[in-house]
C-alpha cells in the first residue's frame, strides 16, 4: 500500500510539470501560421466561365491565360498601336484581378523604351481593355485575393506589316 501511495506521489508531482506549460498564445499561434502559409501561391487561381469545367489546376490555370490573352488581342486589334509603333510587336500587360473581381491592366516596358509614348499606350489600354467578361479572382484559404501576373500580348505577328 505504501509503495501505491509513493506512485501517487510520484505521479502527481510529474504531473504537474504539465500544468504549469503555458499555452501559446493567439497571437504567437497565428504568427506561427502565417509564417507557414506559402503567399506566393494560391489555392485556385482566377478563372472565368469557360475554364470553370476543368477540373486540373495546370491546366485550368492554361486556359485563363489563353482567354485573357486572346481577349486583351482581340481588343487591341481594333486599335492604332501597330500604326502609332510600328517596332512595338509585343506589349507586356500587367494584369491586376482584386478580390471583387474588378481589374487593371498596365503596360509594363523595359527601362530602355523611351521611344514610346507611355502614358499614350496606357491611356490606349485603359480606353480599350473593358467589358471583358466576369473574371472570378484567385482562392486562398477560401477567401478571395488579389493577384497581379504579366501577359505578353502580341500587337503584330512577326514578317506582317
Not at 7 to 27: G, R, T
Not at 70 to 96: G, H, N, R
Not at 123 to 136: E, G, M, T
Request: glycine fraction near 2%.
Amino acid at each position: 500500500m505504501k509503495q501505491f501511495f509513493i506512485f501517487i506521489a510520484f505521479l502527481f508531482l510529474n504531473s504537474c510539470q504539465y500544468i504549469d506549460k503555458q499555452v501559446p498564445s493567439e497571437k504567437e499561434l497565428l504568427q506561427k501560421e502565417l509564417k507557414s502559409i506559402n503567399w506566393k501561391e494560391v489555392d485556385e487561381y482566377p478563372t472565368v466561365a469557360s475554364c470553370e469545367t476543368i477540373n486540373e489546376k495546370k491546366e485550368r490555370q492554361k486556359c485563363f491565360f489563353d482567354v485573357m490573352s486572346q481577349l486583351i488581342q482581340e481588343k487591341l486589334d481594333v486599335d492604332s498601336l501597330s500604326i502609332l509603333y510600328p517596332d512595338l510587336d509585343t506589349i507586356q500587360v500587367k494584369v491586376t484581378i482584386f478580390p471583387n473581381s474588378k481589374m487593371k491592366f498596365e503596360p509594363k516596358f523595359q527601362k530602355d523604351s523611351v521611344a514610346y509614348d507611355t502614358i499614350r499606350i496606357d491611356s490606349i489600354l485603359h480606353a480599350r481593355l473593358v467589358d471583358f467578361p466576369r473574371v472570378n479572382p484567385a482562392i486562398k484559404r477560401g477567401l478571395p485575393v488579389k493577384t497581379q501576373f504579366i501577359l505578353p500580348v502580341i500587337i503584330k505577328e512577326k514578317g506582317k506589316k
